[in-house]
């Protein structure tokens, strides 16, 4: 199943298994990060090299205080997750927090491209309230 094989990608993140992150991605994979121009990460990156190119520009210029996938949509061969970030820039000590979607296409049990739509708060700068699906559909009316 296709969100399985996403929610692998998210753990072995987390883990810092990039070796085993890597593994669940197709040699010719198509990674795309759309944000705001200014942040090094976001562009296109082409196959295992360009992936590991990202991660090592992410690895470099910021640090993750908390990262939290928050809502996985299984729509067959592609899966969207809702999530978001809080970190520090390691450049300028800058806080920021960041909301996210991803989009990633499976097939034969590998990750064939992900897209990354980023909003990006920084500083004082904060997003706006919001409450998660997956919070608000377990509460009662």
Same mark, same amino acid.
């Given at each position: 199943m296709s969100?399985?094989?996403?929610?692998?990608?998210?753990?072995?993140f987390a883990q810092n298994d990039l070796e085993g992150?890597?593994?669940?991605?197709?040699?010719?994979?198509?990674?795309?990060?759309n944000g705001p121009g200014d942040l090094e990460k976001c562009r296109?990156?082409?196959? =295992? /090299?360009?992936?590991? $190119?990202?991660?090592?520009? =992410? /690895?470099?210029?910021? $640090?993750f205080q908390a990262f939290a996938p928050r809502e996985f949509i299984d729509a067959g061969n592609k899966v969207v997750v809702l999530g978001e970030?809080?970190?520090?820039?390691?450049?300028?000590?800058?806080?920021f927090e960041n909301r996210w979607a991803h989009v990633f296409t499976v097939q034969r049990g590998s990750?064939?491209?992900f897209r990354e739509f980023l909003c990006h708060?920084?500083?004082?700068?904060?997003?706006?309230?919001?409450s998660w699906?997956?919070?608000?559909?377990?509460q009662e009316p």
């Amino acid at each position: 199943m296709s969100v399985d094989v996403v929610k692998q990608v998210y753990e072995r993140f987390a883990q810092n298994d990039l070796e085993g992150f890597l593994k669940l991605c197709a040699k010719n994979i198509e990674w795309v990060v759309n944000g705001p121009g200014d942040l090094e990460k976001c562009r296109s990156y082409q196959g =295992l /090299d360009g992936v590991r $190119s990202f991660l090592a520009i =992410l /690895d470099r210029t910021w $640090s993750f205080q908390a990262f939290a996938p928050r809502e996985f949509i299984d729509a067959g061969n592609k899966v969207v997750v809702l999530g978001e970030e809080v970190g520090t820039d390691k450049g300028s000590g800058e806080a920021f927090e960041n909301r996210w979607a991803h989009v990633f296409t499976v097939q034969r049990g590998s990750i064939v491209s992900f897209r990354e739509f980023l909003c990006h708060w920084r500083g004082n700068q904060h997003p706006p309230e919001m409450s998660w699906q997956s919070e608000s559909a377990s509460q009662e009316p």
